[in-house]
């Protein structure tokens, strides 16, 4: 008899998240379709104060994009031209890549090898007279020192913005992204823990009177229809977007609590492993575990030979910020490898397994099992 093939593992499966949530989401696209209101309006309203609410503050600004926010955000912090924002090299690009966008200059301080996120000690000796704000990543679901980096920020009077595209529902200390911060920021592109049915960002604060500039920035620079007293941004959230998060939102705690328990299998089967290397949880985190994420050497060649055996990984990130063409600008003479030796060698090495809450405990197994006998 021939051999049953075993099926493919993804990093994500959208398919199972919509046949669990059933007909909800099409009931709420629906109702959005109904009212006649598509771009903010009610269900962004909710949706924001249920966004603020998840991390502890006041108010969130809902806008169109994850790289939107960050750019709102700095725009509505009075982060500009001649100014240097302190933020990571390993990261998706368009964390650097919003600093530059509003003219200020991004300024790369290198990660710690073990957790891939902004080390404060290389954050602090990048402060120079023209450092207007820190920018730390909450790299993979994981919070970045905040603490530390608050500590910093006010020692030098500057403006902390969190990254947090990655980290919904994460904490650190008891304490959510957004609530150290000046403000924090969230992506909900579709293969976030907590996905629209296409794009849309969110902005956090416990700044009344910076949400009122962000609310400002976001629309055209206009406080009052008409009114404008800046040049502002078309980045509103479409209502069915908000629609479409606000039925995924009373979820999202279920399924980081799978995700952990996947991340726990994966660590135990791991353990002692030379070949396979799990990034480190810092003390006193609630990871979201956005992805899971291990250090392997010759890790192109563990992937090509896991999707062979049906096995999906992926790859976040394989260049650094600063080796990518775009950053050149951003440095005298531009930069060269080793200047940011962490963030490189995680490019080499970092391979993100599947750690979406519908997989199996079999799958799990599977991926765990296949990698430990390739990486030998």
């Known amino acids: 008899m021939a051999q049953?093939?075993?099926?493919?593992?993804?990093?994500?499966?959208?398919?199972?998240?919509?046949?669990?949530?059933?007909?909800?989401?099409?009931?709420?696209?629906?109702?959005?379709?109904?009212?006649?209101?598509?771009?903010?309006?009610p269900e962004v309203e909710a949706f924001e104060a249920e966004m603020a609410a998840l991390s502890g503050v006041a108010h969130g600004v809902a806008v169109a994009s994850g790289t939107d926010a960050l750019i709102v955000a700095l725009r509505a912090l009075g982060i500009g031209p001649g100014d240097r924002v302190i933020t990571s090299p390993f990261t998706f690009f368009a964390s650097a890549a919003a600093i530059a966008l509003v003219g200020a200059t991004p300024v790369l301080a290198d990660v710690d090898y073990e957790t891939a996120l902004l080390d404060p000690g290389a954050a602090a000796r990048a402060i120079d007279a023209r450092t207007r704000c820190i920018l730390p990543v909450h790299?993979?679901?994981?919070?970045?020192?905040?603490?530390?980096?608050?500590?910093?920020?006010?020692?030098?009077?500057?403006?902390?913005l969190e990254d947090g595209a990655q980290a919904h529902g994460a904490t650190r200390d008891g304490v959510a992204c957004g609530a150290l911060g000046e403000a924090g920021i969230y992506s909900f592109y579709p293969t976030k823990n907590?996905?629209?049915?296409?794009?849309?960002?969110m902005v956090v604060t416990a700044d009344a009177e910076l949400a009122q500039r962000l609310r400002r920035v976001r629309d055209h620079g206009s406080p009052v229809k008409y009114v404008h007293a800046e040049v502002?941004?078309?980045?509103?959230?479409?209502?069915?977007?908000?629609?479409?998060?606000?039925?995924?939102?009373?979820?999202?705690?279920?399924?980081n609590a799978r995700r952990a328990a996947i991340a726990e299998r994966y660590a135990r089967a791991f353990a002692g492993s030379r070949a396979v290397r799990p990034l480190a949880l810092a003390s006193g985190v609630v990871h979201a575990w956005h992805q899971y994420t291990v250090r392997v050497a010759d890790r192109d060649g563990l992937q090509r030979a896991l999707a062979e055996r049906g096995i999906h990984t992926g790859v976040h990130y394989p260049h650094p910020v600063h080796l990518q063409p775009a950053a050149s600008p951003w440095k005298a003479g531009g930069f060269r490898a080793g200047d940011f030796p962490a963030a490189e060698a995680l490019a080499r090495e970092v391979l993100c397994l599947p750690v979406h809450p519908f997989l199996a405990d079999a799958d799990v197994d599977r991926v765990a099992g296949e990698l430990l006998a390739l990486a030998r």
């Open 4 to 41: 049953a093939t075993a099926h493919a593992i993804h990093p994500l499966d959208l398919a199972a998240e919509r046949a669990e949530l059933g007909s909800e989401l099409h009931e709420a696209v629906a109702r959005v379709l109904e009212s006649g209101q598509y771009v903010l309006g």
């Open 139 to 160: 790299l993979y679901g994981q919070l970045a020192d905040m603490r530390a980096l608050r500590a910093l920020a006010d020692a030098h009077d500057l403006v902390l």
């Open 194 to 201: 907590l996905g629209a049915a296409g794009e849309g960002g």
């Open 232 to 255: 502002g941004l078309n980045s509103r959230m479409q209502a069915i977007q908000a629609a479409v998060l606000r039925v995924k939102l009373p979820h999202l705690a279920r399924w």
